[in-house]
């Protein structure tokens, strides 16, 4: 299972600001999309989710 420092860690490698309540979305997110995308690596899952709570966001 992913941490909160792995989506971080992606967040900072994409430019990404992340605030407590996005980690836990991320967070919660992850299973899901990982099971939706089985052959895809953690971190572009993190990536995918990250962007998901970011359009998430904007559509508010």
Known sequence: MI???DVIEVANQIGKSLTESDIDEVLAQYPNEQDNDPT???NL???NCIY???NEKDNE
């Open 3 to 5: 941490t909160r420092i």
């Open 40 to 42: 895809a690596t953690w």
């Open 52 to 54: 998901n709570v970011e």
């Open 45 to 47: 899952v993190v990536e």
